[in-house]
């Protein structure tokens, strides 16, 4: 623990030294070997600051949307847009304004990375809790109310335990879809100029550029290392550890176990730590936090009105404003922008829509085809859990933009070969938010439930009818919410390829998206880009939103 304590410190103090250097263009990364481990360790740097972002702002977010039916009304729709917006969209402007925000620093640099990889890993994680917050059994939310816990102590005791299955299983699928966004995330095309940061996304990218299959096969080796040590010393033990939190009334299947979460319980080191450090800042958070839980029978206090501040009222009213002017302006200068295209771009943006949504739809079918049953098997069986879920775990995370170029060379040759290798590329990048969703909504059947199946022989298609489809379907939705954006985000990625200093593009929405991007037409990359927002929102409002009201108003284990 020690060692890696140490490791983790020199790896931030030894990025940090080159964060105040100047911005250069078209730096040169190099291919040797011996660059992989340390651009393995600032790859794994940025993917987990981002990750503890993405953490904090899901629970935040999803904890005010589902406790307020007001700022749910707001907050789940622009999580829709949010989304939808693909990222390579708004990379210009983010590397752009943070590099001047640092004075042409390498940490503006840094820091529009972090926030790229975070639009990878956020929204499922977002989504995810949301679900699981709205899924607690209406007699816990009673009991809470009952005991009166506070809001702090509600979110401690039954909250935030309610959502960690969940929260596990999209944090193994914010990795993955981090991990299939980081060559994207490393490596910055404006026009003519490209900003690399050292990392294995841009060591990938500077592979597959110069056709350096030896070099290209390397980097997948030291990144599927890098996941197999992920799996073993964080996923693992905390499937294991989320065991605790399923709901049962009965005596549940036999628990995921892992050795290394059973040696940090037997640390005398872990131990002190959870002694003298944890447990005491616990108790005094609650303490500071929330009031203790009154007794049963004793009398209530009403709480005193609170006194609003002038000054915050100000402060409040004053920067209401001010966003409001910053949107007011962005709408003034889109709208001016997207005048200047004529009939024919838009024609032609148009057209691209359409293939991109067939693409995308076909993805999705194949994808939720073989992921529900592989889902609900591995979910159900704890034999099935335990040799294939770290498979599927190392699997999904191994970017499949990496595996695109020799996936690429191999289907170029079949007739319309760029066009399924887009399909190839857009399943292997979104099949698993559903997979993954469904294996947590099939781990949190309650056994008593799955009894009951086993007592009245309900096997075969009456099993999946009365107990499985209604137990996951929360679960499928939300996984294909964030599989439909993801399909589209990856699209960009998919029409538009360079290997071996040869570019290659058919017609999508994407391939619009990527080419405009790289030679800064900013005018169609705002439009196509305004264009993928707008369908994938009114495809989430009219299809999966309302699914979603009809799994939390019929399909809920409360």
Not at 34 to 47: F, K, V
Not at 365 to 376: D, E, K, Q, R
Request: glycine share 8%.
């Amino acid at each position: 623990m020690l060692c890696l304590l140490v490791a983790i410190g020199y790896v931030v103090m030894h990025a940090g030294v080159g964060w105040g250097t100047p911005i250069a263009s078209n730096v040169h990364v190099g291919t040797s070997p011996w660059n992989l481990p340390w651009y393995a360790a600032l790859s794994t740097m940025r993917m987990a600051v981002a990750y503890v972002l993405s953490l904090a702002f899901s629970v935040a977010y999803a904890r005010a949307a589902a406790n307020s039916r007001v700022a749910e009304r707001f907050l789940i729709p622009l999580l829709d847009i949010l989304q939808s917006v693909p990222i390579l969209s708004f990379m210009p402007g983010v590397v752009l304004g943070l590099a001047a925000l640092f004075r042409g620093r390498v940490i503006g640099l840094e820091l529009a990375a972090v926030l790229l990889i975070f639009t990878s890993q956020a929204w499922n994680l977002a989504f995810g809790f949301h679900q699981a917050l709205h899924s607690i059994p209406t007699e816990l939310s009673e009991a809470s109310t009952v005991y009166r816990l506070g809001r702090w102590r509600r979110f401690t005791r039954l909250e935030l335990p309610s959502g960690v299955i969940s929260l596990v299983a999209n944090s193994m699928m914010s990795w993955a879809g981090g991990w299939f966004f980081l060559m994207a995330s490393e490596q910055f095309t404006l026009g003519k100029d490209s900003y690399r940061l050292p990392g294995l996304g841009s060591y990938l990218a500077a592979a597959a550029e110069r056709g350096d299959v030896l070099a290209l096969c390397l980097g997948l080796l030291m990144l599927v290392f890098v996941i197999v040590l992920l799996d073993q010393l964080l996923w693992r033990p905390l499937v294991a550890w989320s065991d605790r939190f399923k709901l049962e009334q009965a005596g549940g299947q036999a628990a995921s176990s892992s050795r290394v979460l059973d040696a940090l319980r037997d640390s005398e080191l872990m131990a002190w730590i959870g002694d003298r450090v944890l447990r005491p800042m616990t108790r005094r958070l609650d303490r500071r936090l929330s009031p203790p839980p009154t007794p049963l029978g004793a009398p209530v206090v009403p709480e005193a009105p609170r006194r609003r501040s002038p000054l915050g009222a100000a402060i409040r009213t004053g920067a209401a404003l001010v966003l409001l002017g910053v949107v007011a302006w962005g709408a003034l200068a889109s709208a001016r922008a997207l005048a200047t295209l004529d009939a024919a771009t838009w024609g032609r943006i148009l057209l691209a829509s359409a293939a991109t949504l067939a693409r995308t739809t076909v993805a999705l079918l194949i994808g939720a085809a073989w992921t529900i049953p592989l889902g609900v098997r591995i979910g159900l069986d704890p034999v099935w859990s335990r040799r294939l879920q770290p498979v599927v775990q190392i699997v999904a995370s191994i970017p499949a933009t990496a595996l695109f170029p020799a996936l690429l060379l191999a289907l170029l040759a079949l007739p319309g070969g760029l066009n399924i290798a887009a399909v190839a590329l857009m399943l292997l990048g979104t099949q698993w938010y559903v997979l993954f969703n469904v294996i947590a909504g099939a781990m949190s059947i309650p056994s008593d439930l799955k009894e009951v199946a086993v007592t009245y022989r309900i096997t075969g298609w009456r099993r999946w009818k009365t107990l499985i489809l209604p137990a996951i379907f929360p679960y499928v939705v939300t996984g294909m919410i964030t599989a439909t954006g993801g399909a589209w985000n990856a699209s960009i990625v998919a029409e538009y390829v360079t290997f071996g200093g040869t570019t290659r593009m058919t017609t999508g929405l994407g391939a619009v998206i990527a080419s405009a991007a790289n030679h800064g037409q900013f005018p169609i990359l705002l439009a196509a880009t305004f264009v993928m927002s707008a369908i994938v929102i009114t495809i989430n409002r009219l299809v999966w939103r309302r699914l979603y009201g009809l799994a939390e108003s019929r399909y809920q284990l409360a």
